[in-house]
């Protein structure tokens, strides 16, 4: 994984496949039972806004 570019908030990076999973895999096994106050404060962003990024990374494995 390298980051190709970047600027103040956002970032281009490059991964492999198999970083990919590793990302994806980190977000799809945080713990599901915390309460959205306290998994918020864990991961720094909503279950919403998590799962958004989930979706994405499923989506570009699924299509490569």
């Not at 977000?27 to 994405?56: F, H, M, R, W």
Request: proline share 3%; charged share 25%.
């Amino acid at each position: 994984m390298k980051i190709c570019r970047s600027t103040i908030d956002s970032f281009l990076i490059e991964c492999n496949r198999q970083e990919l999973d590793i990302l994806r895999n980190a977000l799809n096994n945080i713990p599901q039972p915390v309460d959205e106050c306290e998994y918020t404060t864990l991961i720094g962003a909503t279950k919403e806004s998590t799962n958004k990024i989930l979706d994405t990374l499923v989506e570009a494995l699924h299509k490569f």
